[in-house]
């Protein structure tokens, strides 16, 4: 018997809803479903939303009856948003949430070192937008809710999950006892302690950080603009690291590094708590300013990663994958993206667009991503978080001289999280211009947002299968290549055709025309007329010409699924 | 800068006397953070990781 608490979890600004469980005895016989999601945090529900999206239906499962305690992750990159965004709910954290680009670390009272990452103008996102988690669920959670592909259960606790004949036997505990689903696919997003993971005894690769911080949301009214504020070494915490940051409702997350040999348990009595908030206002200048806590908790840093995140018919995503440090805000921002790609790798198989196969790409470009941001998040982590003597004495020599070297100060960059060129994907054209370009994202990129027009870009009209974005000149699109693209469909490979012109009439053959009188998509991805890029349905780049035709068009699309 | 630069003797004198000053002056709780700090002030001007890394294994010898 699985009872969640069915009380609304305390917050001073946030009203939690508590959802009634799914129950067996209420709904009929279970079919044997293609895709159980386990786990409706932000890595579930996108996985949900983007198979949705693909035409495949899954059942999602949530332990509990209501959203996650706490803001926990607060901080979402531009990348995040496009994939939000995609998932229809970027428009609701744009509104609700408070956008910003600078960050500034101080040291002895002097503003070392000062990041301004510039807001590309053909980028429709900036480049970090802070909103509580809660909230980002909330979104997610009522897309979901209104997806009829989507059957969302509360109060539904996986108990056991095994790889069997043609798919996964899971069986899950309600406050009603426990019922059993069969499922093609099993989708393991039940985060950071993954008892799917520790049930299958797998291993993570990469380190782990012995000092604990403690994260705590405090209502208080400060001047300051939403900036990163990074204190190293304060006379209160000396050797020790605080961040600040701004969430909306008044509240300012306040975090710090606790001295070696403190327990989690003596950090966050509350009398703690207060001695080290008080401390940290007063030396910023705010002593006595009345403030209130809302919630807190602790973390230590990690760098680690499934090796493999495809076991059989049990696929790992989200945090139940790869522990990733706060610093550069990895956790939630890099799920986005792991969600981004599991939705259509695993579509295109259950759809049979593609053999099984194909879910061992997404395993290796996404363990290739975990292993990049574990080396460049890694030299943020030893910087903010020294593991030995040797990197602490390193770091306190880089404060030390940064008072007055400058050559030292790029160090206390903290490597923003950033989506990963799939540059060795199998699934890049074998057929393709990519090496005669001499500009624009190369093949395996992230996409380059245009923007066209006032409040129109690129991105809005991608998304949903491939994409064929062709640079038409007057004569429109070549009969040869719509005939390709329609050939490619009546194949059931999901493609489109987008057509970029300079003019604003609609062209022959060509599902959408993006009017582009300045041609900044051509200069952007620096391509003429009869020139094309071919965009998978996580946007990135798989192929591009600089002179298209339908052999090669044909060819690529093959490549991609593996066909 | 003159690359061909060396450290003749009188140069050495001159390093090794500095050095030892500064070690004092430092004290005892500092010098530690002083010299990591001097090793990035002086691979810094050498602009080379790779001899940088040569020195750090002459000086990992013999302790």
Sequence with gaps: MHTPSAQPRPSIYYNYQVFKPWLSSQNPPQPKHKVVIVGAGPAGMVTALELARHGVSSVLLSAELQFSQGSRAIVFTRRSMEILQQVGVAHRVTENGLPWRCGNSIYRGQKVFRMETPHDPDDRFFPMINIQQQYLEEYLHDACAANELIDVRWGNKLVKAENIEGGVKAEIDTPEGPYTLDTEWLVAADGGRSEIRSGMNLKLEGASFESIFVIADIRIDLPYPTERLAFFDPDWNRGNTILMHREPHGIWRVDYQLPPGETPEEALRPESLKQRIDAQLKMIGFEGKPWEMDWNSVYSARTLTLPEYVHKRIVFTGDAAHLLPIFGVRGANTAFQDAQSLGWHLAYVVKGHAPEQLMQNHSAERVGAAREIITEAGKSTRFMAPPSRGFRLLRDAVLSLSLTQEFVRPLYHWRTSRPHAYSHSLLNSPCDDNLHFTGGPAVGAPPQNVQLQADDHLLDHLGGGFDLVYVADTQGVPFEITQAVARIQQQGTPLKLTAVSAQATPLKGAHQTLHDPQQRFANRYSVQAGGAYLFRPDQHICARWQQLDAARLQQSLQVACMQ | ?63
């Design chain 2, 1 to 63: 800068m003159n690359t061909q630069a060396t450290l003749d003797i009188a140069g050495l004198e001159q390093v090794y006397d500095a050095l030892a000053t500064a070690i004092d002056q430092a004290g005892a709780d500092k010098s530690e953070l002083f010299l990591v700090k001097l090793a990035l002030l002086n691979a810094k001007a050498m602009g080379n990781p790779q001899v940088f890394e040569a020195q750090i294994a002459s000086a990992l010898q013999d302790l």
